[in-house]
T-cell receptor, first 114, second 115 residues
Framework: EAQVTQNPRYLITVTGKKLTVTCSQN?????MSWYRQDPGLGLRQIYY???????DKGDVPEGYKVSRKEKRNFPLILESPSPNQTSLYFC?????????????FGEGSRLTVL | AQKVTQAQTEISVVEKEDVTLDCVYE???????LFWYKQPPSGELVFLIR??????QNEISGRYSWNFQKSTSSFNFTITASQVVDSAVYFC????????????FGPGTSLSVIP
């Protein structure tokens, strides 16, 4: 079964304590992306990756880092989380191989920064 | 720049009513892709449909139908005979051939279907 797995699904942390949200896909798709969802703003792209070792900024990259050392994994790193990073985070991979932007999402990770 | 507008923030309908969710997009690219995603109360995001800019045929899938009109830059979504299970937030999204790596989402429309 095709999956995008995010961990943790829920996390409460404190300002400044580094954390990593992992994302793993089992379909070997080249494209992966991270989004955050906030009320009234929809989903906004944080970072994306076209392939291994190829990453680029989305619309709201400040305060985040990513890495793509292997095709299946695309972790999101918050080096020094702040309360404004409290949000619902989604990892996604391309749904098909035709490069149209069609996405298959993970289940989401709800992060609260106190 | 690309933009997606969903002017309806929240909609409530009574079960079995028809409801249309509006989506207006902006892009200067001639080749682009439009999407609808559903987010039920459980929180996951589910892909519903993709429409390519060169294909203006409307699509029907069961109780769901989509009306793509280039002339008005709209890609509206109609649910016929709504059911409680249709209650969700619905997102319209846009990508282009030259920047398919950057999918732009609208703010979403929250649909409540009341039994």
């Amino acid at each position: 079964e095709a999956q995008v797995t995010q961990n943790p699904r829920y996390l409460i942390t404190v300002t400044g304590k580094k954390l990593t949200v992992t994302c793993s896909q089992n379909m070997n798709h080249e494209y992966m992306s991270w989004y955050r969802q906030d009320p009234g703003l929809g989903l906004r792209q944080i970072y994306y990756s076209m392939n291994v070792e190829v990453t680029d900024k989305g619309d709201v990259p400040e305060g985040y880092k990513v890495s793509r050392k292997e095709k299946r994994n695309f972790p999101l790193i918050l080096e020094s989380p702040s309360p404004n990073q409290t949000s619902l985070y989604f990892c996604a991979r391309g749904l098909r191989g035709d490069n149209t932007g069609e996405l298959f999402f993970g289940e989401g990770s709800r992060l609260t920064v106190l | 720049a690309q933009k997606v507008t969903q002017a309806q923030t929240e909609i409530s309908v009574v079960e079995k009513e028809d409801v249309t969710l509006d989506c207006v997009y902006e892009t200067r690219d001639t080749t682009y892709y439009l999407f609808w995603y559903k987010q039920p109360p459980s929180g996951e995001l589910v892909f519903l449909i993709r429409r390519n800019s060169f294909d203006e045929q409307n699509e029907i899938s069961g109780r769901y139908s989509w009306n793509f009109q280039k002339s008005t830059s709209s890609f509206n979504f109609t649910i016929t005979a709504s059911q409680v299970v249709d209650s969700a937030v619905y997102f319209c999204a846009l990508s282009t051939k030259t920047s398919y790596d950057k999918v732009i989402f609208g703010p979403g429309t929250s649909l409540s279907v009341i039994p």
